[in-house]
């Protein structure tokens, strides 16, 4: 596996999962899509084909969630 910018963010994770995706979009528009991802957060995004089949409740966000808004470093996201 090759390292990516960020890599080194968390040296001792549990676990490494690396994506890359190109959007058309200004980082202002994304950051609070990804900002609220995470379990007990704004869920994950999963295609609408496997979100409906989990219950309501397990679903990803479909909108901006306020109160997963703010995040600093050093923040524990559960996974």
Do not use: C, H, N
């Amino acid at each position: 596996m090759r390292e990516l910018p960020g890599d080194d963010l968390v040296p001792d994770a549990s676990w490494v999962i690396d994506r890359r995706l190109d959007l058309d979009a200004a980082p202002e528009q994304l950051w609070p899509w990804l900002v609220q991802l995470g379990k007990a957060r704004g869920g994950w995004y999963l295609p609408r084909s496997i979100d409906w089949l989990l219950p309501e409740r397990r679903r990803g966000a479909r909108r901006i969630l306020p109160q997963f808004q703010e995040v600093a470093v050093g923040d524990d996201t559960p996974a």
